[in-house]
């Protein structure tokens, strides 16, 4: 004899509910009016970053530049990068056409650490015509699970970079080997933070990737004042073979990000409709709804 | 001598020569020893050196399972954009599945066999006992049996412990019938009941090469004694003890194997039934055709492109990614080749393999809920549903036709005596005098009454014409003597049981059989003794059985009972007219009549029919006729004595279910063997036709008998025609509203005119009449087809299923004589009823009661249907917008193949984060109660002709998932056009990008199913929030460690990242919403426009649900709006 559970009688207690005007349109007002405020919110938020006042951020941009492309992609290894030391020496498949140069392995292997962005960006600020150099700060700029985890130099014996890069040779197209990226020790090699913001690949052939920092020194002063500046570029990257463009950002970061007007207009447009619609069905669904009350859901 | 006794005969290799216990007769020699296989059965497919390669060639062989396969070898031998994991694992997760539970079935089959096999089994060698192992019996070992032993092979019946040579075994395990059945041992080896004795027979068995057919058996036995001729017996079914039967109420018995192993009836029944396939399954394969277009397209188009753009150097080889030595070396064709499968390997998440994976479980887990009804559970035989194939749930929830079988499924088939009449003299009532079976109270002395001496001979053909056995209770008990009230009657037909009841309701006791003699205890508690000479089995051809005794005087009497169309014929015609008065209102009060004729045979005549019938059991060949030969020949110019009439009550709610049948729109057809005006009236008390329902009738009557029969026929099958479809299209202008006064038509059909018109004798324009025939069916409401054959049944409903728009058709029987059309309909019902098991057996599900339809069909059919449809279009929408934004991604990432997510949530995202609701859903959902759906026949309409897979609501789901792909897509795009989302200036990556995307993807296409879901268990809530928190949980998971065995710390921190951003958060929470919106919207739409729709309260008449009123059609929506729409069912 069958057992008398609820399961097995698919007599489990259930909630059933069931979406009816009555049910849906107050939600869709009280959508509408959650929405709205939040893409004003947005919208006047993503207006406001102009004025640099706060820390100013300095992004390098590129067009056309697919660092999607799926052979570029994979044209790395993260195991080399992470400090492993036979990869260092023996780097994956996954970099070739640069793997090797010379019968030696590169350091860093790969298409993407190849094509490195290395133009040199400088502000001054010109002032009665003496050009004051703007403090850029080079670090800070990358994850921080990228700079203390996923890249690690190669270990070994001392700190000497040059030392611990034997047997490796520079990716072809750099002018200098990875261990003579930068003078500090703590930014030099693997865990350049440039070469870590390089290596991770953008979504979209059109991006922009953090360059330098600009902080605030005092409160009473913005951090880049209105007034002459000039910016001085190293022309090392060549864009134009592949129809690119080189751009220079600089930027405000509010708590939403980078100054984009999507996400307000697009939470004010849903948060509208919504409420409109909210309205417009309230009164149809009154208005012929009210004929028939009796329509009882008997479930 | 033996020789020349079959010379007439060729030695045909459809016979098998068995030489009883290996003892070789002189004669035998010339005969090529036949080589038999051993005693072992293999119900196992595989064995394990075996499995391996076997079971994989069988999964492979599903067109799916290739399909994957082909992807996943494209991926290790292609250099292609996700791992050959990514769509290996699933694969190898399905096979593995697959693999283990086949292998544990196969584990319990062999487990199952070893146990037969193993088994010890007494063989008799060289007159001792020899103990074995089951499996090492050969043809032609004398296996000795005890009682409550089950035989090891099929044995021919050679003695037994009882000195008449009788056993009695059940079959139980074979057909499911639990009395007991009368063997007979060969009649010249009966006193071998030794060891020693047995050891001395020499005999030679000949038998047909086995055959499936558990109740047919021909053979001969041939003995050979020192110094005497030869004799040659026949063996038949009585004679063949089958394997798998247990002895029961018999001490030993000794028989010899002829059929062993594999080439047992019952091995060879195992081999499995044809396979149904649902109309489900179909639309898959239509929408998979869809989706392998898209897909191929999808490729083509993104290879197309991807050479379109590389036409510009600048973009095939830009000077930071060059390309491989060997990349540059291929040939371009090739290149393109490679290329087209990359895409098709990235995009080929669109046909998602683990759909089937979720189809098998929900077909499988969802049949439990059947078989575990309680509603569906039956006190009396203590039995609830039982479902043999889980392939069809839904397909009950899309039944258009259903066949009826009439006796012991719309009736009870407990039959009652009711009535008799004894040369058109009525008796009524039962006697309480045991000397006064004439002197009758009340008003039976009007009925005026027969000789005393015909009353005699109708209750002692009563008593003498029929094959009940007595099980006597006694025997256990030890008791003897009141046989009387320690008996019970058992049989094979009810009818029978009825009639020999009601025969002793008037003094005439059946005391059984002993040594070929029937003993009755007549009015004067005498008993009378006859000797059982033969018995003319019954046969649904013939219509009638007939029994030839002896009495003690030496007198030899045959008597015949049957239907009066079968025994009318066969009698003095003078006779007939006063019992024919009887029989035909007994039948128009719906009781099932038989009469009863006797003849009385001179010692000559006996001689003469004993000599044919022995000679035509004896033949090997074409026995069947034969004896069907000499039983017409010998049920002849016969006295007919009187009638009896047997009421089958109505099951209880019969009518009711039928009413609920007709009102979910499906067309109730009675197809019975019965006669006309007892089916008919059965008919009215179901409800099938009513008062006002028009009957037209092809039958005898109205055809007629004469020459021109069929001409007449014709011209009716045009009136009718003409009636039914040509006079109607006047109302189609107020169709809608006109079906009120539109008049129901009910056809009657009996065998003969069927057969008429499915087998015409001239070919001319007959095919058109067949057609007429079929509109003419299937413009009536409620059909009854009496006087049917088993196989006119079966043609029936393959005439139905094979009409334009193949409709799905249900047969419901209970008896062997239904079998053929359970197995013919889409779907095969079988009542669990008191005619044995084989319409059971052969069944796809098997309810103990008719009344038990109404909830298998209006509530789990319908339900299931809904389930499944609901999980197909929910498993392409999920998959299409799944891989949509991937597609769309190609479009900026130079059509490189680049994945937009990770391999691991490529892998995942079926498996794990979306498969677990869909599945509780399509488990557990009741768009609407069960108790509404049972009670609301309409609702069954709301989902009839398949409208949940049609065309539209694919459409709809496709766009749905379109849609929500483009959403997901370009609203994260537009998100990324910010330089930073970061309250700290850092930037997202490719990686960070195609997470948002799905991460809102699993969110709404999970979400999509909870407003979906009408309810919510918590199994429902326990999964659907369980898989957001696992995805949620896993990304964590697979972002918190560096993986040692991957190539790429790809998504190292992405995930956690990512929800750091306020403005991620804010536009996943958007994105979701879009997505939803719509949906939402329609909703509601819905519900308003439903709300306006609902114009008062507006009864439909019953039987106007049919979908096809004429020839337009009444769509069932407008039909059904005022119920049905009261529930928001989502038919989109």
């Not at chain 1, 600089?250 to 409420?275: E, Q």
């Not at chain 2, 010998?634 to 279910?657: C, N, P």
């Not at chain 2, 098991?837 to 299931?864: C, E, M, T």
Request: aromatic fraction near 12%.
């Amino acid at each position: 004899k069958p057992d008398n559970t609820a399961f097995k009688q698919q007599r489990l207690p259930a909630w059933q509910p069931i979406l009816t005007a009555g049910t849906v349109l107050p939600a869709f007002f009280v959508i509408g009016l959650i929405f709205i405020p939040i893409g004003i919110g947005i919208f006047v938020t993503s207006n406001n970053i102009r004025e640099y006042e706060s820390n100013v951020f300095m992004y390098y941009g590129l067009s056309n530049f697919y660092q999607n492309h799926r052979r570029y992609v994979k044209s790395r290894d993260d195991s080399q990068l992470n400090g492993d030391n036979s990869s260092l020496l023996n780097p994956s498949k996954e970099c070739e056409p640069y793997r090797t140069n010379e019968d030696k392995p590169i350091a860093p292997c790969g298409a993407i650490a190849n094509s490195m962005f290395n133009d040199t960006l400088e502000l001054y600020r010109i002032d009665n015509d003496t050009r004051t150099p703007i403090t850029l700060i080079k670090k800070g700029i990358a994850w921080w699970t990228d700079k203390n985890v996923k890249f690690r130099n190669p270990t070994g014996d001392g700190n000497n970079l040059t030392a611990l890069f034997q047997g490796t040779t520079k990716p072809v197209n750099w002018p200098k080997p990875v261990y003579m990226l930068d003078s500090e020790l703590d930014n030099n090699g693997f865990i350049n933070e440039d070469f870590i913001v390089w290596m991770r690949t953008a979504a979209l052939p059109t991006f922009r990737k953090l360059y330098r920092l600009i902080e605030r020194k005092n409160n009473l002063q913005p951090t880049l004042q209105a007034g002459k500046y000039s910016l001085e570029i190293t022309y090392n990257y060549p864009v134009y073979s592949f129809d690119g463009r080189k751009r220079m950002i600089l930027s405000t970061i509010s708590w939403m990000g980078g100054k984009n007007p999507f996400l307000g207009i697009a939470y004010i447009t849903v948060g509208s409709i919504c409420f409109f619609l909210g309205v417009v069905l309230l009164i149809i669904h009154h208005k012929y709804g009210n004929r028939n009350t009796s329509a009882d859901i008997p479930n | 001598m033996w020789s020349a006794w079959c010379a007439g005969e060729e030695k045909r290799v459809g016979t098998r020569t068995v030489v009883v216990g290996h003892r070789t007769v002189s004669e035998t020699d010339a005969y090529v020893a036949q080589k038999f296989c051993d005693n072992r059965i293999v119900s196992s497919k595989y064995t394990i050196w075996n499995f391996l390669p076997k079971n994989l060639f069988e999964q492979f062989r599903r067109i799916a399972n290739f399909y994957f396969l082909i992807i996943f070898l494209v991926q290790v031998i292609v250099d292609t954009p996700t791992s050959p994991i990514t769509s290996g694992l699933p694969l190898f997760f399905v096979i593995t599945v697959t693999a283990i539970k086949q292998g544990y079935e196969d584990w319990l089959r062999h487990r199952a066999d070893n146990e037969v096999n193993k088994s010890t089994v007494f063989i008799v060698e060289n007159a001792k006992q020899v103990q074995k192992e089951s499996e090492k019996i050969k043809v032609g070992d004398i296996v000795e049996v005890k009682a409550d032993e089950t035989f090891p092979c099929d044995l021919i019946f050679l003695a037994s412990s009882s000195v008449d040579g009788t056993c009695y075994v059940t079959t139980a395990s074979l057909d499911g019938e639990s009395n007991f059945k009368t063997h007979y041992a060969v009649r010249d080896t009966t006193v071998l009941c030794t060891d020693e004795a047995i050891d001395a027979l020499t005999a030679t068995i000949e038998c047909e090469q086995p055959q499936p057919d558990l109740y047919k058996f021909v053979g001969r036995i041939i003995i050979y004694r020192s110094n005497q001729e030869p004799i040659a017996r026949s063996l038949g079914p009585e004679n063949l003890l089958l394997k798998g039967a247990t002895l029961k109420n018999t001490k030993k018995i000794y028989g010899v194997a002829v059929y062993t192993g594999m080439e047992t009836k019952m091995a060879l029944n195992y081999q499995g039934k044809s396979q149904k396939r649902s109309a489900v399954e179909k639309s898959i394969n239509a929408f998979l055709i869809v989706y392998l277009c898209i897909l191929l397209s999808k490729a083509t188009v993104c290879t197309t492109l991807k050479y379109v753009w590389q036409s510009n150097p600048r973009n095939d080889e830009p000077w930071y990614n060059e390309k491989t030595k060997k990349e540059r070396e291929t040939f371009k064709v090739l290149r393109m080749f490679t290329d087209f499968l990359s895409f098709m390997v990235l995009f080929n998440f669109i046909i998602p393999v683990s759909m089937y994976v979720t189809v098998e479980m929900q077909k499988f887990l969802g049949s439990f809920f059947i078989s575990w009804d309680k509603e569906m559970y039956d006190e009396e035989i203590k039995e609830g549903a039982l479902v043999n194939t889980s392939d069809l749930n839904e397909e009950l929830g899309q039944v258009e036709f259903v066949f009826t079988d009439k006796t012991g499924t719309l009736t009870e088939n407990s039959m009652e005596f009711i009535e008799c009449c004894i040369d058109g003299h009525k008796y009524k009532d039962c006697i309480s005098e045991v000397d006064g079976f004439s002197q009758t109270d009340g008003p039976l002395k009007y009925y005026g009454k027969a000789e005393k001496s015909r009353e005699e001979l109708f209750l002692r053909a009563l008593c003498l014409c029929h094959t009940v056995q007595i099980k006597e209770a006694d025997q256990v008990d030890g008791l003897i003597g009141h046989p009387e009230c320690k008996h019970t009657y058992i049989s094979s037909s009810p009818d029978e049981i009825a009639l020999v009841k009601g025969a002793e309701k008037y003094g005439f006791t059946f005391l059984g059989l002993e040594n070929d003699f029937m003993k009755i205890r007549n009015q004067k508690n005498e008993t009378e003794m006859y000797q059982l000479l033969h018995i003319l089995n019954f046969d649904p051809v013939r219509r009638r059985m007939s029994v030839i005794v002896r009495t003690i005087t030496g007198k030899l009497l045959l008597f015949c009972k049957g239907a009066d169309s079968s025994i009318f014929p066969r009698v003095q015609q003078e006779e007939i007219q006063q019992t024919k008065v009887h029989v035909d209102r007994n039948a128009m009060d719906g009781y099932r009549t038989l009469c009863v004729a006797f003849k009385e045979l001179t010692q000559k005549e006996y001689d003469k029919i004993d000599r044919q019938l022995n000679e035509a059991k004896m033949a090997l060949q074409d026995r069947e006729e034969k004896m069907a030969k000499v039983f017409e020949d010998t049920e002849a110019d016969m006295h007919l004595i009187g009638a009896t009439a047997v009421e089958d009550r109505l099951q209880e709610q019969s009518a009711e279910t039928i009413e609920a049948l007709h009102a979910a729109g499906m067309k109730v057809w009675v197809l019975t063997g019965d006669k006309m005006e007892t089916a008919k009236s059965t008919c009215y008390a179901c409800r099938l036709f009513q008062t006002s329902t028009e009957l037209l009738e092809l039958t005898v009557k109205t055809v007629g008998e004469s020459e021109r029969k069929e001409d007449r026929l014709h011209e009716l099958l045009l009136e009718y025609h003409k009636k039914l479809i040509q006079d109607v299209p006047k109302h189609r202008s107020g169709l809608k509203r006109s079906w009120t006064l539109s008049q129901d038509y009910g056809l009657i059909i009996d065998g003969s005119t069927l057969s008429l018109i499915l087998n015409p004798s001239q070919d001319s324009s007959s095919s058109n009449y067949k057609n007429i025939f079929l509109q003419i069916c299937l413009k009536c409401t409620a059909v009854l087809c009496c006087r049917m054959a088993p196989l006119q049944k079966a043609q029936i409903v393959r005439m139905v299923k094979n009409t334009k728009g193949s409709p799905i058709t249900l047969s419901i029987g209970d008896g062997a004589n239904d079998v053929s059309m359970i197995l013919e309909a889409h779907v095969g019902i079988g009542i669990k009823g008191k005619e044995g098991r084989q319409a059971a057996r052969n069944s796809d599900y098997a309810v103990p009661k008719f009344k038990h339809l109404r909830k298998l069909l209006l509530a789990h059919g319908h339900l299931y249907y809904v389930r499944i449809a609901h999980l197909v279009q929910y498993f392409f929408y999920k998959n299409l917008c799944f891989i949509l934004p991937q597609f769309l991604y190609q479009f900026f990432c130079g059509f490189s193949q680049q994945p937009l997510y990770d391999a691991a949530y490529l892998t995942m995202y079926n498996i794990c984060f979306t498969s677990l609701p869909i599945l509780a859903y399509s488990l557990l959902e009741q768009h609407i109660n069960i108790d509404t759906l049972t009670s609301d026949p309409q609702l069954y309409m709301k989902v009839s002709d398949n409208a949940m897979l049609q065309w539209r609501p694919f459409l709809y789901w496709t766009f749905l998932g379109a849609f929500e792909g483009l959403v997901f897509f370009f609203g994260v795009y537009f998100l990324f056009q910010n330089s930073s989302l970061e309250d700290n200036g850092k930037v997202f990556g490719n990686w960070t990008f195609g997470t948002i995307v799905f991460t809102v993807l699993v969110f709404t296409v999970t979400l999509k199913l909870a407003l979906d879901t009408r309810f919510w268990t918590w199994m429902n809530h326990f999964v659907i929030w369980g898989s957001l928190a696992f995805y949620v949980f896993f990304s964590f998971f697979w972002g918190g460690v560096i993986w040692p065995f991957l190539k790429q710390q790809r998504m190292y921190f992405v995930f956690a990242h990512m929800l750091t951003s306020v403005s991620t958060w804010l536009a996943i929470i958007l994105l979701i919403f879009i997505s939803l919106f719509p949906e939402i919207l329609l909703i509601v739409l819905k519900n308003i426009k439903e709300k306006n729709h609902q114009t008062g309260p507006f009864d439909l008449p019953m039987l106007v649900s049919y979908k096809r009123i004429e020839n337009g059609y009444v769509k069932t929506e407008d039909a059904v709006t005022n119920s049905a729409e009261r529930y928001p069912l989502r038919i989109l």
